[in-house]
Structures are given as C-alpha cells and as structure tokens.
C-alpha cells in the first residue's frame, strides 16, 4: 500500500457499509417483501448510511430523521436532484419536463403555478358537492350484502373525486384505462419494480393511448370554452385554467407538448397514493379496538347537524384525523424517496458519491419506539396537542419531504378525511373473516393487498 493511498484512507470517510446478503439475489427478497420493514432493519444495525444489492445493482440508501431533515436544509437541496428518478415517465409522455423531475428555480416556477389547483382551495365552497359525489360512489360500489374490493373501489372513488376537483366531472369512461396506465407507469417507470419491455404490452399501449385521448379531450374542452374559462373569477379557477393561463403567456415554461402530462398529472399523483391510503385505513378503523366506535360517533353528530361548515369541519373530526394519521405512519404509501447525488458529500460519517442514485428512507421514524413509545400500536391519541409525537424533528414524513414535498397534501388531507367520514357514516362494514390480518403488496405502490375486502353489512344512514 503507497503512503498516498493510507493518507487518503485515513482522512476520506468511508463509504456506506453493504447490507448483508445472499449472494446475486442480494437483498431482494426483504426488500420486495416488506421494504418499510427492511429499511427499518438495516438502519438499526447499520446507521442512517449503507448500500443495498438487489440483483446485481447497487443502492445507496440513506435513512432516518437525519435524512428526512436533510432533505429540507440548503445543503440537502443542492447534494440532491430528482431528474434522473422521473425522466423515464417524461419520456414516455413525450413531455419535455414535469414537477417531480425538477429542481431550483424551474420547480420553484412550476410549483407555483401549480399549486392553487393542486390545494384546498381548489374545493373551496365544494365540500357539500364533494360530500354528493362521495356518497354516489359509495352507493354504487358498496351494496349491501356484498363484499367489496377495498382497494379497487377507492379507485374508482378517487376518480370520482379528482374529476370533478380539475373538470366538474369525473371521467368515468376512462377510469379502468387511467388505472391499468399508472399500474403499469408506477411499476416499471418510478419504482422499477418490474422489467422495461412490460411497456410494449398491447393492454398498456391500448390504456396509455386512450389515457392521451383523455389529454387531449381536457385540452380540447377547455379551448373550446377558453374566453368563458378566461374570464371565471379567480375563486373558481381550477388547475387546468392555471396550467392553460400559464400555456398562454408563457408557453416556452408550458410548452404544448406537456398539456397532456400536465392534464393528466392528478390521475398519476393522487389516484394509486389516496387509495391506497384510505384502503388501509378502513382496515385499521375495522381492525384495532374501540377505533370504529370513536369514529362513528364523531361523524355521526357532525352529519346529523346538516351540511357541512367548511372552517369547521376538519377540526370536527379529532379521532378520524388521529386514525388518517396513525395509519399513514404504519402505512406510508412513499417508503423511501428517489434522487441523485449532484456531488460528492458526506451524510452520517460516511462518502456519498456525485451521480449515485440515492434511496431517502424519510418513513423509517415512523416505526422507532424513540419517537413513537410503543411504535408497534395503532394508537390514534399520538397526534393530541399534549402528545404531539409526529412534531419532533424528522417524525413524520408521509407526504415526502423537502421542495418536493406532496403539492397536493392539503387537498388529499380533505379528501381522505370527507371519504373516511362518509364511509363510516354511511355503512356498517365488517372484516372478512372478522379477526382478518391485512395482506399487503409492495407493487405498485405498497398498501393493502387488491384481495382485501370487507362485508357491507348494511346502511347506518
Ligand atoms: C394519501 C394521499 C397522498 C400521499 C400519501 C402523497 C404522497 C406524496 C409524496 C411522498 C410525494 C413526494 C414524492 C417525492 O419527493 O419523490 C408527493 C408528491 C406530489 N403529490 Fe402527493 N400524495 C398524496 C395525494 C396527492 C394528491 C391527491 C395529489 C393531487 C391530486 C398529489 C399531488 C402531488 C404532486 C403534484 C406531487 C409532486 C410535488 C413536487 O414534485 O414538487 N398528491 N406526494
């Protein structure tokens, strides 16, 4: 060994330590299994740095609160870009950039535009409407005497729901192409879980084509009526108004090749991450003792009073929040976020390298006794202003972290909280067999497996 080399070893952090594994599988059968779990496992004996291999591939992964922080510090925003983690589904749309795929100052220009459509404010007034249209799905899906699938059912609701945020109207023709094209997206675009030539399937080309005619349509509708869409007061402007508005007076920002993705978008961020959610928290509220009791009582005095106040109605509804809540942090939907290191750093003692692609597992807190005391139990009371577990530093991070924290986090917390409330409100369910223990996937987007159902026992109201 030369004496530059010793020099160099002595003061260069070492790199993230290997996960142990079997040998060419590596760590994917953990990994695929439970990958919550697995990252939970490596960061108790590893620290918050190691280095996964899945299949011959090397992931670096780093993990924890120190990470989830990281992500939002000036110093985490210029180690970390996202372009690498979304330019295949930009590709594949033809686009030439969408939100998640950037970074700086041309995020800071998209999110902005953005971000009104994409928020609360996009339902404002609405929530009576969106009480309507919640209660129309669950009246056609949720028959009683029948056994529904949770998962696909809340498909179809989020469809309901999110078409008449952006259109007034869900497309429901459309709704089994935009699922079969974001199942397909998701696996072997975003998270890679599944190889590259399942794109030239004919099932996804024919859903991916009428997914663009559905695109197209949204662009079309809105030309059709552009002077009327122009000159609506601000309050009732949806996303496609300000994403159009956007296309007109600066069109190289917007350019007409990205209308379709942009149109499009919710569908791919809001219809896998809200059903899966909701899903498990009808498990949860069903499954853990007490919780549904609780639930029932608070939405039944908050619906029998009539409709809905809007300034009140999250506050209204403590123990539903609590158990969103508390699902979400056994649940998360996004266990670990994509990015690429732009330089070389160092991150818990050990040497990043510039262009690495780096896994950020910001759940991995969600499951430590350290931050939640007994983290194993469902407990919807962690989130009380006395308890506040979720406020310590880098404890919950079920939206993401960082700029490109979830845009739509405001409109999905209504969202879930109006589908919980009305779900519960409305039907008496029960788990089939009663003491059923949740099976779950990872593919595309962990969550509850598309085999649990419940029974629909009957109508409460
Ligand atoms: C339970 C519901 C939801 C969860 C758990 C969730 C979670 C997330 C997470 C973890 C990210 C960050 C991804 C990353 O950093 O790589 C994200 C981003 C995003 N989400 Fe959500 N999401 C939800 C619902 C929605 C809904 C309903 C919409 C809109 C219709 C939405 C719109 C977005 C957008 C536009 C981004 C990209 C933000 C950016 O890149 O700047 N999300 N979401």
Not at 311 to 322: R, V
Request: glycine fraction near 8%.
């Amino acid at each position: 060994m030369g004496v530059m080399e010793t020099v160099g070893n002595a003061s260069a952090p070492p790199r993230p330590p290997f996960v142990r594994g079997l040998p060419l599988l590596g760590n994917m059968l953990e990994f695929a299994k439970d990958p919550a779990l697995f990252f939970v496992k490596c960061y108790r004996e590893y620290g918050p740095a190691f280095r996964v291999r899945v299949l011959g591939n090397t992931y670096t992964c780093i993990a924890g609160a120190e990470a989830a922080s990281f992500m939002g510090t000036r110093e985490g925003k210029e180690c970390l870009r996202s372009r690498e983690a979304w330019q295949p589904l930009v590709d594949e749309f033809g686009a030439s950039k969408m939100l998640t795929a950037v970074d700086g100052e041309l995020h800071k220009a998209m999110r902005g535009i953005m971000k009104r459509g994409f928020s609360k404010e996009s339902i404002k007034g609405r929530y009576n409407f969106m009480i309507d249209i919640t209660d129309k799905s669950i009246e056609r899906d949720w028959q009683t005497g029948t056994q529904v699938p949770v998962v696909q059912a809340m498909q179809y609701m989020v469809v309901d729901q999110l078409g008449t945020v952006l259109t007034g109207s869900a497309p429901r023709e459309y709704v089994k192409d935009i699922r079969t094209t974001i199942l397909y997206i998701l696996n072997v675009l975003v998270t890679r879980q599944r190889p590259k030539f399942m794109m030239k399937m004919p099932e996804y080309k024919r859903a991916k084509a009428r997914m663009f005619e559905l695109g197209r349509k949204m662009v079309a509708d809105y030309r059709a009526h552009e002077a009327e869409n122009l000159a609506k007061p601000d309050d009732q402007k949806t996303l496609i108004d300000d994403v159009m508005e956007a296309h007109r007076e600066d069109p190289e920002l917007i350019p007409e090749r990205d209308l379709i993705m942009l149109m499009t978008g919710p569908y791919v961020a809001g219809l896998d991450t809200v059903a899966n959610t909701t899903a498990a928290i009808v498990y949860t509220v069903l499954k853990y003792p007490g919780v549904l009791e609780r639930v029932q009582k608070e939405v039944d005095a908050l619906f029998a009073k009539g409709p809905v106040n809007e300034d009140e109605f999250m506050k209204s509804l403590p123990a539903l929040n609590g158990a969103i809540m508390e699902t979400m942090r056994l649940h998360p939907i996004a266990v670990a976020q994509i990015r690429t290191a732009t330089k070389d750093f160092v991150f818990g003692g050990c040497q990043i390298k510039q262009g690495e692609m780096i896994y950020l597992g910001t759940a991995v807190p969600h499951f430590q006794d350290e931050f939640y005391p007994n983290a194993d139990k469902f407990d919807i009371d962690r989130y009380t202003k006395e308890r506040a577990e979720h406020m310590q530093v880098g404890a919950y991070s079920p939206y993401g972290r960082g700029p490109h924290t979830c845009l739509g986090k405001s409109l999905a917390e209504v969202l879930l909280a109006i589908t919980m409330a009305r779900l519960f409100y409305k039907l008496d369910l029960e788990l089939v067999p009663k003491d059923y223990t949740l099976k779950t996937k990872t593919a595309p987007t962990p969550g509850p497996a598309m085999s649990f159902k419940v029974r629909v026992k009957g109508y409460r109201h």
